[in-house]
């Protein structure tokens, strides 16, 4: 009996979890409207000081505080949590031909949308992602700690 393959799976009938530079590339693409929305959130109603060093050099700094910032973190949250329910990804992982999986093949549920992102706070820390990148490079499915609590992964759209 022959079975049609989706556009996830290799021929053997499993998902194709090989996607670690294009998911690390996926997240600084994604980084990147939410950089410009702490910008403008920063400039509209934040802080921002210039300072100049002993060598001329100019230093700018904006921030967010109370909350603006809890708006911006609600917002940056729902970018995620939106996009993934929509479609399963992200603009960062469409435009590098991947998607967000359950590992048992069951339907993706608000359930895993929310425990994913949710996570992505200890995912981030200290800064950039570095605990999410140690955890998809060590994980023989590429998951995030965000992906193991939600029974989920990133694998290639097709």
């Given at each position: 009996?022959?079975?049609?393959?989706?556009?996830?799976?290799?021929?053997?009938?499993?998902?194709?979890?090989?996607?670690?530079?294009?998911?690390?590339?996926?997240?600084?693409?994604?980084?990147?409207?939410?950089?410009?929305?702490?910008?403008?959130?920063?400039?509209?109603?934040?802080?921002?000081?210039?300072?100049?060093?002993?060598?001329?050099?100019?230093?700018?700094?904006?921030?967010?505080?109370?909350?603006?910032?809890?708006?911006?973190?609600?917002?940056?949250?729902?970018y995620f949590v939106g996009f993934e329910a929509?479609?399963?990804?992200?603009?960062?992982?469409?435009?590098?031909?991947?998607?967000?999986?359950?590992?048992?093949?069951?339907?993706?549920?608000?359930?895993?949308?929310?425990?994913?992102?949710?996570?992505?706070?200890?995912?981030?820390?200290?800064?950039?992602?570095?605990?999410?990148?140690?955890?998809?490079?060590?994980?023989?499915?590429?998951?995030?700690?965000?992906?193991?609590?939600?029974?989920?992964?990133?694998?290639?759209?097709?």
């Amino acid at each position: 009996m022959e079975t049609e393959l989706g556009p996830t799976e290799s021929p053997d009938g499993r998902f194709d979890y090989n996607v670690t530079g294009r998911r690390i590339v996926a997240a600084l693409l994604d980084l990147i409207p939410l950089v410009v929305l702490f910008l403008v959130m920063a400039a509209a109603v934040g802080e921002s000081s210039k300072t100049v060093d002993e060598e001329g050099t100019r230093m700018y700094m904006v921030r967010l505080s109370n909350g603006p910032f809890l708006l911006y973190c609600l917002l940056a949250l729902g970018y995620f949590v939106g996009f993934e329910a929509l479609a399963a990804r992200t603009p960062g992982k469409f435009l590098m031909g991947l998607k967000v999986v359950k590992l048992d093949g069951g339907s993706y549920d608000w359930k895993a949308i929310l425990g994913r992102n949710l996570l992505r706070i200890v995912d981030f820390l200290p800064v950039l992602y570095l605990v999410g990148l140690v955890t998809v490079a060590v994980k023989p499915r590429n998951q995030r700690l965000g992906d193991l609590a939600a029974g989920t992964t990133v694998v290639r759209a097709g």
